[in-house]
């Protein structure tokens, strides 16, 4: 599957404190992103909301950070979905 740029503007005082919730939630800006696309397709609609006031003992959260700080400490941090499902696949076989 071929990827593309999305590009968009928005203001800088916004783009900030968007980069600080999502590091608050443990996550890059650009992974938030395409997490907000991948459950739209999914879902058909806007499914979810994450707020930082209510993450400090939600398991879900503390789960994705000890996987990104795995995936940062093996050098795979930065794989697309589909190295990701080749993987599992190789795994399975």
């Known amino acids: 599957m071929a ?4 590009q968009f503007r928005t203001e ?3 783009r900030i404190k968007a ?13 938030y992103l395409r997490m907000c696309i991948s459950r739209l397709i999914q879902e058909n609609g806007i499914p979810f909301s994450m ?4 993450i ?3 398991r879900g ?4 950070k000890a996987a990104s700080r795995i ?3 093996n050098g795979i941090a930065d794989m697309t979905l ?3 499902n080749a993987e599992i696949s190789a795994a399975r076989g």
């Not at 980069?19 to 992974?31: F, H, N, R, S």
Request: proline share 0%.
């Open 3 to 6: 990827n593309t740029l999305v």
């Open 12 to 14: 800088e005082t916004a």
């Open 19 to 31: 980069v600080g919730i999502c590091e608050k939630l443990g996550i890059d800006l650009q992974t």
């Open 51 to 54: 707020r930082v006031d209510d």
């Open 56 to 58: 400090s003992d939600n």
């Open 61 to 64: 959260v503390k789960a994705m």
């Open 71 to 73: 995936a940062a400490e």
């Open 82 to 84: 589909d190295e990701i």
